[in-house]
């Protein structure tokens, strides 16, 4: 188990989130009830999965094979854009508490606006509804650009809660970051590492964590932590697990954290997923 503790971080509806947390995506079955189970017994509170992952059942059990109790999680999963309409994402919510055999996830998120559809705030209506009913504590949006938050708030009077949308140091989000925060919306950084781009073997962030006595890993998700955001790593083995979470015990001076966001590219996303255009089902 990591030896620092996590430092919470609370949202605009009071509730609390850990700093850091655990990215679910491709671990499914029984390979990935290992991994997610390990990440609990490891000291990760806060879990982040989707129903379009398709391991919602792989967590739930995880979360009940682990031995800590429910009360002391954060579980999170997210709307797929086929489902934005009113019932049908009410209905999805339920589905994804029945494959998760969970009585309510702590916050839930619309993966992404599909723009093109225009259903969005349909969808922002139905999580509210859901908030509502116990179904979910906390709601928020992912891949949310600024046009797309002013709509959803404008016409609901409802502040999402969270935004999560790739961030890592290729792609830094100054600006979404700032109206996040100007919104008192807390910023997740989902590929936080780059999703094995080649931001591991980047000389700068080599060379502040061989000054720092610490991992490339290590550095960039305290560049997270430092910038106010919530990195949301994955890792099927323990020991990755323990060193992404070891990140509380040292900080990074404002130079090194200038240099590392210096690596910002004009574009830098990794799959070219402009939610301007870019839609998921």
Same mark, same amino acid.
Not at 91 to 105: C, F, K, V, W
Not at 240 to 245: A, D, P, T, W
Not at 246 to 260: Q, R
């Given at each position: 188990?990591?030896?620092?503790?996590?430092?919470?971080?609370?949202?605009?509806?009071?509730?609390?989130?850990?700093?850091?947390?655990?990215?679910?995506?491709?671990?499914?079955?029984?390979?990935?009830?290992?991994?997610?189970?390990?990440?609990?017994?490891?000291?990760?509170?806060?879990?982040?999965?989707?129903?379009?992952?398709?391991?919602?059942?792989?967590?739930?059990?995880?979360? *009940?094979?682990?031995?800590?109790? *429910?009360?002391?999680?954060?579980?999170?999963?997210?709307?797929?854009?086929?489902?934005?309409?009113?019932?049908?994402?009410?209905?999805?919510?339920?589905? $994804?508490?029945?494959?998760?055999?969970?009585?309510?996830?702590?916050?839930? =998120?619309?993966?992404?606006?599909?723009? +093109?559809?225009?259903?969005?705030?349909?969808?922002?209506?139905?999580?509210?509804?859901?908030?509502?009913? +116990?179904?979910? #504590?906390?709601?928020?949006?992912?891949?949310?650009?600024?046009?797309?938050?002013?709509?959803?708030?404008?016409?609901? +009077?409802?502040?999402?809660?969270?935004?999560?949308?790739?961030?890592?140091?290729?792609?830094?989000?100054?600006?979404?970051?700032?109206?996040?925060?100007?919104?008192? /919306?807390?910023?997740?950084?989902? $590929?936080? =590492?780059?999703?094995?781009?080649?931001?591991?073997?980047?000389?700068? /962030?080599?060379? /502040?964590?061989?000054?720092?006595? #610490?991992?490339?890993?290590?550095?960039?998700? #305290?560049?997270?932590?430092?910038? +106010?955001?919530?990195? =949301?790593?994955?890792?099927?083995?323990?020991?990755?697990?323990?060193?992404?979470?070891?990140?509380?015990?040292?900080?990074?001076?404002?130079?090194?954290?200038?240099?590392?966001?210096?690596?910002?590219?004009?574009?830098? *996303?990794?799959?070219?997923?402009?939610?301007? *255009?870019?839609?998921?089902?």
């Amino acid at each position: 188990m990591s030896t620092t503790a996590v430092p919470d971080v609370t949202l605009n509806d009071d509730t609390t989130l850990p700093a850091i947390g655990f990215g679910t995506y491709k671990l499914n079955g029984a390979e990935g009830v290992a991994g997610m189970a390990s990440a609990i017994r490891n000291g990760y509170r806060l879990l982040d999965s989707a129903f379009n992952y398709e391991n919602e059942g792989a967590l739930g059990v995880a979360i *009940r094979q682990a031995g800590v109790p *429910r009360a002391e999680l954060r579980v999170t999963s997210k709307l797929p854009g086929r489902h934005h309409h009113h019932d049908e994402a009410i209905a999805t919510i339920e589905e $994804s508490l029945y494959r998760a055999q969970l009585d309510y996830y702590d916050l839930y =998120l619309i993966h992404w606006p599909n723009p +093109g559809r225009g259903l969005y705030v349909e969808a922002w209506s139905a999580l509210i509804e859901a908030r509502k009913r +116990g179904l979910v #504590r906390s709601i928020g949006v992912c891949n949310f650009l600024p046009a797309h938050l002013e709509r959803i708030i404008g016409e609901t +009077g409802v502040t999402p809660a969270i935004n999560q949308v790739e961030l890592h140091p290729y792609f830094p989000q100054a600006e979404q970051r700032a109206f996040d925060r100007a919104h008192g /919306i807390v910023t997740e950084s989902w $590929s936080p =590492l780059g999703r094995a781009n080649r931001l591991l073997q980047e000389p700068v /962030i080599e060379a /502040i964590a061989a000054r720092l006595g #610490r991992t490339i890993g290590q550095v960039i998700l #305290r560049w997270h932590v430092q910038l +106010g955001a919530v990195p =949301l790593p994955k890792a099927a083995s323990s020991a990755r697990q323990i060193e992404n979470l070891s990140i509380f015990d040292f900080e990074l001076p404002p130079e090194d954290m200038s240099a590392i966001t210096a690596l910002a590219r004009p574009d830098g *996303r990794n799959f070219d997923q402009d939610p301007a *255009r870019y839609e998921e089902f």
